[in-house]
T-cell receptor, first 115, second 111 residues
Framework: GNSVTQMEGPVTLSEEAFLTINCTYTATGYPSLFWYVQYPGEGLQLLLKATKADDKGSNKGFEATYRKETTSFHLEKGSVQVSDSAVYFCALSDREEDSSYKLIFGSGTRLLVRP | AAGVIQSPRHLIKEKRETATLKCYPIPRHDTVYWYQQGPGQDPQFLISFYEKMQSDKGSIPDRFSAQQFSDYHSELNMSSLELGDSALYFC??????????FGSGTRLTVV
């Protein structure tokens, strides 16, 4: 079945450091891939997405490239800020016949950025 | 822009009681999804509706039921509540495509 694996946290960085959060997936078809961010006590916000191989999603300085050959969708940011501290979820959506675009999430990676 | 509205934001119930969570999707979104997120866990898909019909079902207990009404809002009904049902319940809506907007969630605490 479909699944998402992402690196365990917490990831602790100093402000302005480079961020990488690894995400790999297993899917039977051609999924769409997403990164969601969850700030403390809040809901899930779509950070970026990519719908086909070699697509690059980007938003607020974050980027991720859909790599079909390595089944990966790693999240990167060149210079993190304290306000980026949150939990980041990698997710895929692979609509099967007679199904829906339900999301399958990774386990989440907590990012803590220190001043 | 209008977002997905969930109510209530917080709910405290005792064991064996019932709870009803409501979700109001973004206007013109015809698909609603429900997810459950336990403490420190990733969200798990429960159920979805498209045009008022159930379109998919995930790990939803038999004690739970849901429906989508003619105005596209959805309700998740939970009966015989257990301590393990304490979680954040998210609703999301979509215009029928992948990638959708989540509501802020309802935090259910069962005591």
């Amino acid at each position: 079945g479909n699944s998402v694996t992402q690196m365990e946290g917490p990831v602790t960085l100093s402000e302005e450091a480079f961020l990488t959060i690894n995400c790999t997936y297993t899917a039977t078809g051609y999924p769409s891939l997403f990164w969601y961010v969850q700030y403390p006590g809040e809901g899930l916000q779509l950070l970026l997405k990519a719908t086909k191989a070699d697509d690059k999603g980007s938003n607020k300085g974050f980027e991720a490239t859909y790599r079909k050959e390595t089944t990966s969708f790693h999240l990167e940011k060149g210079s993190v800020q304290v306000s980026d501290s949150a939990v980041y979820f990698c997710a895929l959506s692979d609509r099967e016949e007679d199904s829906s675009y339900k999301l399958i999430f990774g386990s989440g990676t907590r990012l803590l950025v220190r001043p | 822009a209008a977002g997905v509205i969930q109510s209530p934001r917080h709910l405290i119930k005792e064991k064996r009681e019932t709870a009803t969570l409501k979700c109001y999707p973004i206007p013109r979104h015809d698909t609603v999804y429900w997810y459950q997120q336990g403490p420190g866990q990733d969200p798990q898909f429960l159920i979805s509706f498209y045009e008022k019909m159930q379109s998919d079902k995930g790990s939803i207990p038999d004690r739970f039921s849901a429906q989508q009404f003619s105005d596209y809002h959805s309700e998740l009904n939970m009966s015989s509540l257990e301590l393990g049902d304490s979680a954040l319940y998210f609703c999301a809506s979509s215009p029928g495509t992948a990638g959708y907007t989540f509501g802020s969630g309802t935090r259910l605490t069962v005591v």
